[in-house]
Nanobody
Framework: QVQLVESGGGSVQAGGSLRLSCEAS????????MGWFRQTPGKEREFVAAINWNGGATYYADSVKGRFTISRLNAKNTVYLQMNSLKPEDTAVYYCAAGYPGYRTYIDYAKAPNYDSWGQGTQVTVSS
């Protein structure tokens, strides 16, 4: 399995921006789907965004579309999530996840069980 470490979380006021990073080690992630999920206490982990192996395809939850951008730099084994126009409802622990090659549809990318490696999470808090 690959080890994933998220960074870049913090506290910000509504309307602000944060950039999360997810650095992988143990194996290259250049061939694999990568995703970001988030979770709040008492709720299931929720899909946020995903990207295919070369960055040519990206997928977003409706709640973040137009505000968040996922990207990857395979040369650095790193995935990013740029979050703009943050809202209080974006408050959550954000997790990076590594999947497998060959996903084809939004559903493939959005299902948490399709990812086998997870980071420890980074807290994002948005105040009104």
């Amino acid at each position: 399995q690959v080890q994933l470490v998220e960074s870049g979380g913090g506290s910000v006021q509504a309307g602000g921006s944060l950039r999360l990073s997810c650095e992988a080690s143990g194996r290259t992630i250049s061939s694999y789907a990568m995703g970001w999920f988030r979770q709040t206490p008492g709720k299931e982990r929720e899909f946020v965004a995903a990207i295919n192996w070369n960055g040519g395809a990206t997928y977003y939850a409706d709640s973040v579309k137009g505000r968040f951008t996922i990207s990857r730099l395979n040369a650095k084994n790193t995935v990013y999530l740029q979050m703009n126009s943050l809202k209080p409802e974006d408050t959550a622990v954000y997790y990076c996840a590594a999947g497998y090659p060959g996903y084809r549809t939004y559903i493939d990318y959005a299902k948490a069980p399709n990812y086998d490696s997870w980071g420890q999470g980074t807290q994002v808090t948005v105040s009104s």
